[in-house]
């Protein structure tokens, strides 16, 4: 290393040291509140007299370790009659398409499955109640798909005329950075249910907003906001203690490069399910390693590096199939840009390995101009490009939906 790149190194870990420590000391005193405490404090007003179905799932939790369910059942102005929970089920362990109803042992309320049968609330599923609550952490990526069950049941409760109530949480990945093309307006589906960024930027309240102002929703809608996070705050700086959202994202640094990496999973690809670190690596049986990171190397990515790696997963894509890929480490979290990493690695991928089979991008990108550079042979950089002046338009979009500074 010479002299002024090792300078440069200690400056830039000095700077990083500085923003991933100092603000976690200075919160100490302060600790984030999310929607279910701020509600807690307010003695539960917001919902006082409301009959409600509560959504919600093993992430549903008040700072003190208590359920969401177990708060709202013992509020002594709040009648809650029924449960409902998304993808992975109430407890988050569950990795299938398709699950019931069931009862909630604790208190014997019903749940009903929004991941099953049907993915909205029927009109009979809400019998009784006048109030939806709504409170999951979501992980700030379009494709993950508790924001599209929130979007299902604020449209059951316009149309049924229902009060919906969103006990807000923060952004983990942060509100401040956008990434990626927005999802071509006439290609919704569950894995993108609104014209979004892969990163948004956005806490699911303020998407409720969103969703509610842009799509004309006549929906008596409220957000219990939290306290004390700002926009630039990734999850490690809130105080909170990070539960799994879902069976493969364990942990803070699987969701910062969810946005990235998940987009590459619905093609012939592994992205590290079956190994204890999901979307902390990628390979197949016909990837060169040595050769992708080399590349990767080459592209001189913000807060990330690339180590060649072989693994074998026991799951899901190639299990029980060596694979070489590489391995991704996230060195500046503040810095790192999901997005562009997985489209640097797509771009090698389909450079380097014919064997690749990138049709399945489309799944879950959804951006006709940017998949058709992509197939074109584009460099990165020229992919990105296609998306820019529609990513500052997103910006000035949600402006007025946003309740955090």
């Given amino acids: 290393m010479t002299t002024a790149s090792a300078a440069a190194h200690r400056f830039a870990l000095a700077c990083w040291l500085a923003g991933a420590f100092a603000p976690v000391a200075a919160r100490a005193q302060?600790?984030?509140?999310?929607?279910?405490?701020?509600?807690?404090?307010?003695?539960?007003?917001?919902?006082?007299?409301?009959?409600?179905g509560l959504v919600t799932n093993h992430t549903g939790r008040a700072r003190d370790g208590r359920r969401t369910i177990d708060v709202l059942a013992a509020l002594p102005d709040v009648k809650l009659v029924a449960i409902f929970s998304p993808e992975h089920g109430i407890a988050g362990q569950l990795d299938q398409s398709g699950i019931a109803h069931g009862k909630d042992d604790a208190s014997g309320l019903p749940i009903w499955s929004l991941y099953g049968e049907t993915r909205r609330p029927t009109a009979a599923m809400l019998v009784g109640l006048d109030t939806?609550?709504?409170?999951?952490?979501?992980?700030?990526?379009?494709?993950?798909?508790?924001?599209?069950?929130?979007?299902?049941?604020?449209?059951?409760?316009a149309e049924h005329g229902l009060r919906f109530v969103v006990l807000d949480r923060p952004n983990p990945i942060g509100g401040v950075r956008l990434g990626g093309p927005l999802l071509d307006r006439g290609q919704e589906t569950f894995v993108g249910w609104h014209t979004l960024p892969l990163r948004h930027g956005m806490t699911i309240g303020e998407l409720m907003r969103m969703f509610q102002g842009e799509l004309g929703l006549q929906v008596d809608a409220h957000v219990v906001a939290c306290r004390g996070w700002s926009r630039a705050d990734t999850f490690d700086r809130t105080g909170l203690l990070w539960i799994d959202p879902s069976p493969n994202m364990r942990s803070l640094t699987a969701a910062m490069l969810y946005p990235g990496i998940g987009l590459l999973e619905g093609t012939n690809l592994s992205v590290g399910r079956g190994t204890d670190t999901p979307f902390e690596r990628v390979g197949a049986p016909f990837v060169d390693g040595v050769a992708l990171a080399a590349r990767l190397r080459g592209?001189?990515?913000?807060?990330?590096?690339?180590?060649?790696?072989?693994?074998?997963?026991?799951?899901?894509?190639?299990?029980?199939?060596?694979?070489k890929g590489v391995a991704i480490a996230l060195t500046d979290w503040q810095a790192f840009e999901p997005v562009a990493t997985g489209l640097a690695i797509a771009c090698a991928l389909r450079d380097l390995c014919p064997q690749w089979q990138h049709e399945r991008l489309q799944w879950l990108l959804r951006n006709d101009k940017a998949y058709a550079a992509f197939k074109a042979g584009k460099d990165r950089r020229a992919i990105e490009a296609t998306w820019q002046q529609d990513l500052e338009v997103f910006r000035m979009r949600r402006k007025p939906f946003l309740l955090y500074p």
């Fill in 132 to 157: 939806l609550v709504f409170d999951i952490q979501d992980i700030g990526c379009r494709f993950y798909t508790y924001v599209s069950t929130m979007g299902e049941c604020l449209r059951a409760c």
């Fill in 299 to 323: 592209e001189q990515l913000p807060g990330v590096a690339f180590v060649p790696i072989e693994f074998t997963p026991t799951a899901s894509k190639f299990a029980n199939t060596a694979c």
């Fill in 30 to 52: 302060e600790p984030v509140l999310p929607g279910i405490d701020v509600l807690i404090a307010d003695n539960g007003k917001p919902l006082a007299g409301r009959t409600c």
